[in-house]
Each structure stands twice: as C-alpha cells, then as structure tokens.
C-alpha cells in the first residue's frame, strides 16, 4: 500500500513552459501520462505574452482544464525570462513551485523522445513530461544581495574578456596611429570600468552582515583573494547549504569523473566539469595564486607532495582546487578563519571537509 506522501507525488501534474523573450509556451501533462503512451500531440498546449497579464491569461487557461489537485511548472533555464516569469508565477500562485533546469538535461531529454520537428509547442510538451517523469526541485529566488552580487560579478567577467582580447590584439602592431590610440584609451577605460564594478562588489558586500562575515572568513585561506571569495558568494551563495563536502564539489564540478567499461575501457579520470564554470575559473586562478606564493602553505606542500607521487600537474592541480573549495565550505560552518596547522580529532567525517 502506498502511503500518502507517494500518492501526492503521483497526483501532481505538471506544466512545461518553453519561455523566450515575448512569449511562453505552456502545456500540461497528468500524473499518470507517459510517453509513448501518451503521444506529446496529444497534451493541452497554449502560447501567451510574457508579460503579468500573459500570467494571468495562462492561470485562467490552466484553471479551465481538468479538475487538479496539485500543480507544478518546469521551465528550462534562460537567463533574466525565466527567473522573471517565476517571480510573476510565484507571485500570483505560490504552489505552483516552479522549477528552473540545466538546458543539458532538458534538451537530453527531450531528444531522447525522437521527434522529427522542433517547435516550442513539442518542446513545451517534452519539458511537461519531463516534469512528470523527474519532478524537479523548485527554484529558490536569489536573495536581493547574491542578485546584485552575481548580475556585477558577470558583468566583471565581460569586462575582463573584453579586457584581455584587447590586450592581446594590442600585441600586433598597428601602422595606424590612430588605431593604436583608440586601443589605449579603450583599454584604460575598460580597467577604470573593473576598477568601479570591483568597488561596487566590496560595498555590496560590506553592507550586508551575513555575506561581509562569509568573505572575512573566506579571504582568511591562503590564495583565496577579495574576487574569488566574491565570486563564490556570488554563484554558490551559502556554502552552509551542502550537507557534505562532495555535494559542493558535484556541484562546481571539481569532482573526479571516472570512465570505465568493461574489460577494456579504462578511460583516464578527469575533473568532470559539470556546473558553474564560473566557480572553476575562480577556483583555478586562487589554486595558481596558492602555488605562485612565496610563503610556504599546506595546499602547495599537497600538490607538490601529490606531483611526487606520480600525480600529473594538472590532476594535483584539480586536487588542490576541490580541497580549497571544501575548506572554504569548512570556514563558513565553523565560523572560525582558516588555521593551517588545524588537525581533526575523533572520528572520520567529524570535520567539516569530511
């Protein structure tokens, strides 16, 4: 006999929505609907505005469908679309708990449906499926500081890329004196524009108790500058929200990757990178800044004692880089700056790290 939690699960159906800029395509799939059983042509579908009166057009429609109990709404991820249009639902009908995925696994998904045509009806209705088969967890709203944080971290980024292939088409010689000289001066307003969004990251952060405490604490590691620990503020958020170490570092994806089967395929192990690129790129700049430094630390004695033991550079490397994320993790519970000489005591798995 199933008991009541498993039952409401069943009973919930769900909404695909395939969101572009003007307009949302929504279609609904019922608890029990699976495809090829059920063929996609074969599931409710509407396009509306994307806009709060598209909102309340689509809860109209959906009330008018078959009596439900419960309803949930999956969308693909599509930058600032999405996460609006989740504000408008939530905002409007807080049940309806939308979920927001990785493109990767919806287009996998959808894919292995073999359609011929691609239309965002069909994708709307794969994504419902989608819901109905996966039941994926709702999307928590950023909290106003990460939102500010995150929106000038990125836009940093941008500069930062456009920064360096600038610097690197200076490398070629221009015969334009003018050419040359509208490359310097673009270049030295690119360096006053991360300067002022770099200032504005600081003062967003020493406004707010919580994420100023997080950062003090997250400097505190060797190699771990103001951006890094900006940047993880930014894209992770509260570290504290991983109940272990490996969950964190999946969620980088620094983790190990192992390829292997059979008898013969025995693949060689690489960081996986799956996730936020992002956090990689911090995490790689502060390991190399780690290693670069003069004053001796426990992470440079790890990887050289790692190279030693027949490591390659780059794999002591991605060592370094998950165990700086897992102590950053472990400063942030602890509440206490890093100490290079701690040893944990007890048990294995009683320090944070474990």
């Known amino acids: 006999m199933k008991d009541q939690n498993e039952q409401r699960i069943e009973e919930t159906h769900w909404v695909g929505m395939d969101v572009s800029k003007r307009t949302f395509d929504a279609a609904l799939a019922g608890p029990e609907q699976r495809f090829p059983s059920t063929p996609l042509r074969a599931l409710p579908w509407k396009a509306f505005p994307r806009t709060r009166e598209g909102v309340n057009e689509f809860l109209a429609w959906l009330d008018g469908q078959a009596p439900m109990e419960k309803v949930r709404v999956i969308m693909e991820a599509t930058g600032r679309y999405s996460v609006e249009l989740t504000t408008w639902l939530c905002a409007k009908r807080s049940s309806l708990r939308p979920a927001i995925e990785n493109p990767k696994n919806t287009k996998a998904f959808i894919d292995s449906l073999s359609q011929r045509n691609k239309t965002d009806g069909l994708d709307a209705r794969g ?136 008898t013969s395929v025995r693949g060689k192990t690489r960081m996986c990178k799956r996730g936020n690129k992002r956090i990689r790129q911090a995490l790689y700049l502060s390991a190399m800044a780690t290693l670069n430094t003069k004053k001796p630390n426990t992470l440079s004695t790890m990887h050289y004692r790692l190279c030693d033991d027949g490591k390659e550079g780059k794999s002591a490397l991605g060592a370094v880089m998950r165990k700086q994320l897992t102590v950053m993790r472990a400063v942030i519970i602890t509440g206490k700056p890093y100490d290079p000489n701690y040893k944990p005591c007890g048990k294995v798995g009683a320090h944070p790290t474990q």
């Open 127 to 262: 994504l419902a499926f989608y819901g109905v088969e996966r039941r994926p967890t709702p999307y928590e709203p950023l909290s106003k500081t990460r939102q500010e944080l995150r929106e000038m971290n990125r836009y940093r980024d941008t500069l930062v890329t456009q920064r360096t292939a600038l610097k690197n088409r200076s490398h070629e010689r221009s015969t334009s004196k003018v050419v040359t000289k509208m490359q310097a001066r673009q270049l030295r307003q690119l360096d006053r524009d991360i300067a002022s969004v770099e200032k504005e990251m600081k003062r967003v952060v020493e406004e707010d108790e919580p994420s100023k405490r997080d950062f003090n604490l997250l400097t505190s590691i060797d190699g771990v500058g103001p951006i890094t620990a900006m940047t993880m503020l930014a894209e992770i958020g509260d570290l504290r929200r991983f109940e272990r170490a490996r969950q964190l570092t999946a969620y980088a994806g620094v983790s190990p990757r192992v390829v292997e089967s059979g």
